[in-house]
Nanobody
Framework: QVQLVESGGGLVQAGGSLRLSCAAS????????MGWFRQAPGKEREFVAA????????NYADSVKGRLTISRDNAKNTVYLQMNSLKPDDTAIYYC?????????????????WGQGTQVTVSS
């Protein structure tokens, strides 16, 4: 099993940037595909980005392509989400998730391990 703790959320003006981090502990981090999801008030949880174990393959939701970048440092057991050109629609709780499988997916119920989430608020 792996335990996940997100950090880096906060309040930022539209057009600003934030960098989210997700620190993993427990099992060997490099065995897990990692994903970021978000959930806004009154909305369903939605996929944001995912990265394969080696970091060689990434996938993004269309709504964030070109603005958000997922990366990982297996030596530090951490996955990141660099968020640039933020919009009010990006306001949500952001969760990182881990999946012990061969592929990354965009479906939240394919991920078995979740952090507690970090709030991102973008003001207009």
């Amino acid at each position: 099993q792996v335990q996940l703790v997100e950090s880096g959320g906060g309040l930022v003006q539209a057009g600003g940037s934030l960098r989210l981090s997700c620190a993993a502990s427990g099992d060997r981090f490099s065995l897990y595909q990692m994903g970021w999801f978000r959930q806004a008030p009154g909305k369903e949880r939605e996929f944001v980005a995912a990265i394969r174990r080696s970091g060689s393959v990434t996938n993004y939701a269309d709504s964030v392509k070109g603005r958000l970048t997922i990366s990982r440092d297996n030596a530090k057991n951490t996955v990141y989400l660099q968020m640039n050109s933020l919009k009010p629609d990006d306001t949500a709780i952001y969760y990182c998730a881990a999946r012990a499988a061969l592929t990354i997916t965009t479906r939240w119920n394919d991920y078995a391990y979740w952090g507690q989430g970090t709030q991102v608020t973008v003001s207009s």
